[in-house]
């Protein structure tokens, strides 16, 4: 990492330590407007991934403050985003999460348009770091869930998946360039999905105790517009455990599977800031992937924690390349996390992770990874 990011992050800390000290409610600092049935507060951007490298940008959230879950408090809002970073990608996010009723009914959605230059290796479970190439993509993604709460913890629902991708430019006798990839000019992914969780986390963003058991299968098919037909099926399981006042464990299991004929925007995709630190996001695709890791978190400040991490997992094309284990993926690593205010529990996070082959990965985003 140079010099330019280790003073952007230093001096983005110094802000948000200077704003915080100001007040003691995270809506003074940059609320914009403010009535008895909502709140709009604006977002500063600051982050920092091997897939973006430096990003910044702005946005805002606005809190429904009539609308409320009730069983865990937490507040119907709107929040969307606009980024751009040194890698001349450009992301636009809208994500409204609203409760209806008590928290009865919770609509889960999400807009994302990118543009976003990236890289490829290639489908498989081991490809050498020699196929990588560069291509451009522009994907518009919608997703629209609708849950019904079945107290105190679980619920139920459907959502509806659009994507639609388009691949802008790639590299001159490139694999993608072939068409021999499926999507590497065009892949529309459209279709119907079905959700099952049990949700007994205390906060959604750095949680100290509860579950999280999501089970989620989506159908994409070619009656609703897709460009190939195929079935996703995903599991994630997670548990937070307090180990005395100032440690905590997480743990989680994920895995992905997909049956049919998925476009590559569509496999499973291993690496990331969030489910296999140390490694490219994508750097490692196919269509079935698991994901094993667990973190110790060390409180040892009211507003510091320190972070260590070990993780293994793997993809494959069939079951019996998936559980082999000749070809794991390990990584270690860890971090350190800043509260941005002492009355609201938002962290800066900054991770170092280490895979194998010499790939690792450098994060500096907000909340936990999972």
Known sequence: MNRGYILSFILFCLFLTARSQSTNDVFKTDTIAKS?????????????????????????????????????????????????????????????????????????????????????????????????????????????????????SLNFGFEYIYENHEVTKTEEGGLLASGEILGSDRAVISGLGVIFNLDSRDNTGSPISGELLKLNAQFSSKLFGSTQSYNKFIADLRTYRKLGERSIIALQIYFEGNFGDPPFQGLASYGGSNRARGYFMGRFIDKNMYVVQGEYRYRFHPRWALNGFGLFGEVAGDAEGLFSFSNMKPSIGGGVRYKILENQDTWIRVDIGKGIDGSSGFYFGVNEAF
């Open 36 to 152: 008895k049935s909502y709140q709009f507060v604006a977002v500063p951007i600051i982050f920092y991934t091997p897939e973006t490298n430096f990003g910044f940008g702005g946005g805002g959230q606005l809190f429904l403050l009539n609308k409320k879950n009730v069983y865990n408090d937490r507040i119907s809002n709107i929040f969307f985003d606009g980024i751009y970073t040194a890698n001349k990608q450009f992301i636009l996010d809208i994500i409204p999460q609203i409760y209806f009723g008590e928290g009865d009914i919770f609509m889960d959605m999400s807009y994302k348009y990118k543009v976003y230059p990236n890289s490829f290796w290639g489908v498989g479970i081991a490809t050498p770091e020699d196929n990588k190439e560069s291509y451009d993509m522009t994907s518009h993604i919608l997703k629209v869930s609708f849950l019904k709460r079945l107290p105190p």
